[in-house]
């Protein structure tokens, strides 16, 4: 509920109103990512309308429904009877904890539906790997009931079920449609029936699974294959540039960055624990090849390695490993030493307040935070604000229409101005977008152009150009980031300029 609330009050990130653009112009494949991020957001607006609860009211359900999910993987995983507090509810508590997940479940970017899959994806997994097929203590008893009388007692057992290979493939697959770094979660999967279950390779329920995938991902390959593999390119041409530009007197500070950034959003105490654990698991691995911990090493070990790999060459964002985490946070709830478990209640403590505090700056600029030093007023800060000031100098000259060269300026700008204005995208990247071309010959308008960027170094597409002025967004009255408002006159627009979708 607390979350729901947050949901609704923070204002839109540019990233966030960039998603909201695409679920108004809903395709199968999108420059930067997979589309499942534009469908969520379109069923929330559906349900709540599009408001800012409406772009993110998946995000706290699916935090919840995975948390759950994730309770009951660890409870099957690492099974501690006669705990008070078993392995599934910690390792939900820890991952809760951290700001990763904390932010998560409060904004809708690529990484919040990925990271529900991939959770679900973990519970299949943990279905097969159990012994039995014990009552799912979470059930109504009449549905426990009805799911226990058709399944024959000599059949209870997940070793190779077809039906859980088949839930794990659609949950790969979904979270595949979400980000292209659930290509770990395939793997992972393939290097944990290796090293433990070689033969269920020859079993059907695998290969059964893969089919289900590879159909659930084939709309975003289509995509892909009809756009010269442009997605797909952008993101694997991060490898390719790293390697052209290797910089290993450089690995120390890329490397103390990801780990700085790991220690503030898994929060520190998390952090530590989930290192713990999946060092513990790696043990277990090497010395015992325990199938369970095995698995929380496949789903976490591999993806590390590459991040940490990539920080020898260039910058890792702090995001990308959130994939580790829900497996990793299984893995620090199986830890067993006294030690250990001493910290698990400090973790949470610390890990909640942190969240709480920045839920506050996020809503209310509770902290007296200078703004150029406040992460959250630069993304937030006064876009309604900015869009009114545009609006009114729209109204001075007559404009017909906002043009804006950054694709999270325009797509702002798209989801606050009133619709009398034209919103104008004038990247490369919109030209991807089943998006009215825009056509602006002869229309006056105004072109707007962050300061950090500088001024314009060409005509580009508008016969006339003069400066009209700035306009500013601010916190605590005080300018966050300032735009120069040019005053122009439209000509032949160029392929990529395309009209915005409007709430």
């Known amino acids: 509920m607390v979350r729901l609330v947050v949901a609704a009050t923070v204002p839109l990130s540019p990233d966030e109103a960039y998603y909201f653009v695409w679920s ?3 395709a199968a494949g999108y420059l930067d990512h997979p589309p499942m991020v534009a469908l969520w957001i379109r069923a929330g607006t559906l349900l709540t309308g599009d408001g800012a609860l409406g772009v993110r009211l998946l995000a706290p359900l699916s935090a919840a429904l995975g948390s759950w999910l994730l309770w009951d993987a660890g409870d099957r995983l690492l099974p501690r009877p006669g705990e008070r507090f078993g392995t599934g509810l910690i390792a939900a508590a820890l991952l809760n904890a951290t700001l990763l997940l904390g932010v998560g479940a409060v904004t809708m970017t690529p990484d919040t539906p990925l990271l529900f899959f991939w959770i679900c ?14 009552a799912l203590r979470q059930l109504p008893p009449w549905l426990e009931g009805a799911r226990r009388s058709t399944v024959p007692a000599s059949r209870r057992t997940t070793s190779g079920q077809g039906g859980w290979w088949l839930l794990v493939g659609l949950s790969a697959g979904l979270a595949f449609d979400s980000k292209y770094t659930a290509a770990f979660l395939v793997l992972g999967i393939l290097l944990w029936l290796l090293l433990v279950r070689p033969r ?3 079993r059907p329920g695998p290969w059964a699974g893969l089919v289900v995938g590879l159909a659930v991902v084939a709309p975003v390959l289509w995509w892909n294959a009809a756009h010269g593999w442009a997605s797909l390119a952008k993101q694997g041409g991060r490898i390719d540039a790293r390697t052209d530009a290797w910089h290993p007197a450089r690995a120390a500070q890329f490397l103390g960055e990801l780990i700085g950034s790991q220690l503030g959003l898994v929060t520190p105490l998390v952090f530590v624990l989930c290192v713990a654990g999946l060092g513990h698991a790696w ?3 090497w010395w015992e090849r325990e199938p369970r911990w095995t698995l929380l090493v496949a789903l976490s ?15 890792v964002q702090g995001n990308w490993p959130a994939i580790i985490y829900p497996t990793a946070a299984i893995a620090a709830a199986g830890l067993q030493a006294p030690g250990w478990r001493r910290l698990f209640a400090p973790a949470m403590l610390l890990g909640f307040a942190i969240t709480v505090v920045v839920y506050l700056q996020a809503a209310l600029a509770a902290l007296p935070v200078p703004s150029r030093f406040d992460p959250l007023a630069l993304q937030l800060a006064d876009w309604p604000g900015l869009a009114a000031r545009i609006d009114a100098a729209g109204k ?3 404009a017909g229409f906002v043009a804006a060269d950054q694709y999270g300026v325009a797509s702002e700008l798209a989801y606050r101005l009133p619709d009398t204005l034209k919103v104008v995208g004038i990247e490369p990247r919109w030209r991807m977008f089943n998006l009215p071309p825009a056509r602006l010959a002869g229309q006056v308008g105004i072109l707007v152009r962050s300061v950090r960027r500088g001024p314009f170094s060409d005509a580009g597409p508008w016969p006339a150009r003069e400066l009209l002025g700035v306009a500013t967004r601010e916190s605590d009255g005080k300018p966050v980031e300032t735009y120069l408002l040019y005053r122009v006159l439209g000509g032949e627009a160029p392929p990529e300029a395309t ?5």
Do not use: K, N, S, Y
């Not at 943990?126 to 012994?131: D, E, G, S, T």
């Open 24 to 26: 108004r112009a809903l």
């Open 121 to 134: 994806t973990l519970w299949a997994l943990a279905r097969l790997c159990a012994a039995r097929l014990p």
């Open 200 to 202: 269920w390779l020859a």
């Open 283 to 285: 043990r277990r691995l």
């Open 301 to 315: 070990l591999p993806a590390a390695a590459v991040f940490i790999e990539h920080a020898f060459a260039d910058r």
């Open 396 to 398: 001075r000259i007559g």
């Open 499 to 503: 009209v915005l979708p409007r709430r």
